[in-house]
T-cell receptor
């Protein structure tokens, strides 16, 4: 079974530029999550999708971050414009359903904002 | 609000020895779940073990076991017969129905040495 795929693995941009990350969850998983993991901290949930609908985006900085999951499969997370404090690893995860089902994580995208 | 605290930023253990990672949590809910996740260097985060709060018996998965002290709100992870492949960041996390999301601690970096 293929795991959660993410691209790119690494990205370096200047502040005020825009960037997009892509995630393809495990086939058949209805729930998709985007986490932000700042160095020295645990992952923090940014947004959760159930199929193509948003379940929780309470910690998503909506003035600069946006995410979509068209057709309820793969998803993109965008930052526009980026700030220095956005430097982090962005993790995508998926689970069969919402709730306490096991979350399977992708390898992450390491973003450096200069 | 849920909080998860890991007070050991780094730990080291020799191969074949036993090590215990500490975690405390805070929640006002009676039904919740606790998890330990492992994040090896440059690899995906994976679930190590989970514990349902309503179960009195401590969870065990091969060399990994937990000591769940509900009254003390403590959830420690014991790794027996440590192997070089256990070298990783270990995150403790909690899940409640009210929050409906994982809340992670700051992690403990474990180094297994020869």
């Amino acid at each position: 079974e293929a795991g959660v795929a993410q691209s790119p693995r690494y990205k370096i941009i200047e502040k005020r530029q825009s960037v997009a990350f892509w995630c393809n969850p495990i086939s058949g998983h209805a729930t998709l999550y985007w986490y932000q993991q700042i160095l020295g901290q645990g992952p923090k949930l940014l947004i959760q999708f159930q199929n193509n609908g948003v379940v929780d985006d309470s910690q998503l900085p909506k003035d600069r971050f946006s995410a979509e999951r068209l057709k309820g499969v793969d998803s993109t997370l965008k930052i526009q414009p980026a700030k220095l404090e956005d430097s982090a690893v962005y993790l995508c995860a998926s689970s069969f359903e919402a709730g306490v089902y096991e979350q399977f994580f992708g390898p992450g995208t390491r973003l450096t904002v200069l | 609000a849920q909080t998860v605290t890991q007070s050991q930023p780094e730990m080291s253990v020799q191969e074949a020895e036993t090590v215990t990672l500490s975690c405390t949590y805070d929640t006002s809910e009676s039904n919740y779940y606790l998890f330990w996740y492992k994040q090896p260097p440059s690899r995906q985060m994976i679930l190590v073990i989970r514990q349902e709060a309503y179960k009195q018996q401590n969870a065990t998965e091969n060399r990994f076991s937990v000591n769940f002290q509900k009254a003390a709100k403590s959830f420690s992870l014991k790794i027996s017969d440590s192997q070089l492949g256990d070298t990783a960041m270990y995150f403790c996390a909690s899940y409640t129905g009210t929050a409906s999301k994982l809340t992670f601690g700051t992690g403990t970096r474990l180094q297994v040495t020869l």
